[in-house]
């Protein structure tokens, strides 16, 4: 029956909301890199030491950091996709 299938609308519409809940997943982390390793690369310059441990040491920490803060907002925003994906197929 034709009234069972995805139209194409709805599949835009369901592949944007993908990629907006995954950057919005992943916002988070990313910045956090993005912060330190630029604190992290001012901090080089000015001192003149460029050791590559310096940088990767200090990322990973903040990453792991901010991974243990934002687990729950992440997985919230997941389990609220999922739950909207579980639904439109339900509704079929």
């Known amino acids: 029956n034709e009234d069972h299938c995805m139209n194409p609308q709805?599949?835009?519409?369901?592949?944007?909301e993908a990629l907006i809940t995954a950057l919005l997943i992943s916002a988070?982390?990313?910045l956090v890199g993005v912060v330190?390793?630029?604190?992290?690369g001012l901090?080089?310059?000015l001192t003149q030491i460029q050791e590559m441990t310096l940088v990767f040491v200090p990322k990973i920490m903040a990453i792991f950091a901010a991974l243990l803060i934002?687990?729950?907002l992440m997985?919230?925003?997941l389990a609220g996709f999922s739950n909207q994906i579980f639904e439109r197929i339900a509704a079929f």
Do not use: E
Not at 10 to 16: H, Q, T, Y
């Open 10 to 16: 709805d599949a835009i519409d369901l592949g944007r």
């Open 36 to 40: 330190v390793g630029l604190l992290i």
């Open 75 to 77: 997985g919230a925003l």
């Open 43 to 45: 901090v080089q310059a």
């Open 70 to 72: 934002f687990l729950p």
């Open 28 to 30: 988070p982390i990313l």
